[in-house]
């Protein structure tokens, strides 16, 4: 007989909040997840930032995204001291790839391709951060 399967979620520590990256981080209070868009190239990039990392232009935007792809490749640490956790890369459907802390699943949950979404973790005195979870 097996235990029970542990639920993964781990405290994350407040991000730095940057005047570059405090229009994504007070949208993700507002639980809008906020991506990079070149206006020059048309590409959208991650993590959001003032110049185009494809083409360099500083003609960019912040837009909001549904935060919904699929998983690219994670690992899972066992050894914590608050319980296994997972991170790994999520492929938007937008097209850039997000490195990223997986919750709401069990260690043995996630599968490559496995399709998952954004959702806001609270930190301790700071912005929620963008995790991802199976959908
Ligand atoms: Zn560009």
Redesign the pocket.
Known sequence: MSEPKEMMSRPIPAPAVYIETKPFWDAAAEGRFLIGR?L????AYWYPRNI??????D??TLEESPGEGVIYTYSVMHRSPTGPYAIGYVTLNEGPAVLTNFVDTAPDGLTIGMKVKVKFQPTAGGPPVPVFAPV
Do not use: L, R, V
């Open positions: 070149c020059d190239c048309g590409k185009c990392p494809h083409c360099f232009s003609h960019t």
